[in-house]
T-cell receptor, first 111, second 110 residues
Framework: DAGVIQSPRHEVTEMGQEVTLRCKPI?????LFWYRQTMMRGLELLIY????????DSGMPEDRFSAKMPNASFSTLKIQPSEPRDSAVYFC?????????FGPGTRLTVT | EDQVTQSPEALRLQEGESSSLNCSYT??????LFWYRQDPGKGPEFLFTLYSAGEEKEKERLKATLTKKESFLHITAPKPEDSATYLCAATSGGYNKLIFGAGTRLAVHP
């Protein structure tokens, strides 16, 4: 299996622009997670889905952040409008039982 | 409040010099304690899951152990390729809401 796939790997955008991050989970995994990693706050869970349904979005920092999972093989995390403090590495992870498997991440820089 | 604390923040070892990384947790009703390895520019890579105090798991030069309050990742005779950040995470309410520690940056020098 190719593992969790994320795109783009790097994104540089200007403040106020819309940013969309994409994730393809491992085939057969029914849970999908979005995390954010920063030096100050470490790795934080933003939201997770089970069978394409959002279960817990309590980690989403603001209404500017939204996530969707239209089918079992695709999810998006959208930030609109983006701000410099959103600069971070965003990871997608998936699992079936037990441990979560992470993608390579998207490094977002908002200038 | 559930919390995971790792120490030391950074560790420098000579090749072959064994050591241990610590992960202390305060989680009510621990369901699982996870160890991950993260290389620069990459996502965390799963290493071990421990479920109950007294449990031990091994993989090559790594051995993870668990007590009621902490977990240790023992590294025996490390090699430069073991250099990475090691993250631990705990969960209480299932395997979905992992609480990660800040990690230990390990550097192994030849």
């Amino acid at each position: 299996d190719a593992g969790v796939i994320q795109s783009p790997r790097h994104e540089v955008t200007e403040m106020g622009q819309e940013v969309t991050l994409r994730c393809k989970p491992i085939s057969g995994h029914d849970y999908l997670f979005w995390y954010r990693q920063t030096m100050m706050r470490g790795l934080e869970l933003l939201i997770y889905f089970n069978n394409n349904v959002p279960i817990d979005d309590s980690g989403m920092p603001e209404d500017r952040f939204s996530a969707k999972m239209p089918n079992a093989s695709f999810s998006t995390l959208k930030i609109q409008p983006s701000e410099p403090r959103d600069s971070a590495v965003y990871f997608c992870a998936s699992r079936y039982t037990g441990e979560q498997y992470f993608g390579p991440g998207t490094r977002l820089t908002v200038t | 409040e559930d919390q995971v604390t790792q120490s030391p923040e950074a560790l420098r070892l000579q090749e072959g010099e064994s050591s241990s990384l610590n992960c202390s947790y305060t989680v009510s009703g621990l369901r699982g304690l996870f160890w991950y390895r993260q290389d620069p520019g990459k996502g965390p890579e799963f290493l071990f899951t421990l479920y109950s105090a007294g449990e031990e798991k091994e993989k090559e030069r790594l051995k993870a152990t668990l007590t009621k309050k902490e977990s240790f990742l023992h590294i025996t005779a490390p090699k430069p390729e073991d250099s990475a950040t090691y993250l631990c995470a705990a969960t209480s309410g299932g395997y979905n809401k992992l609480i990660f520690g800040a990690g230990t940056r390990l550097a192994v020098h030849p």
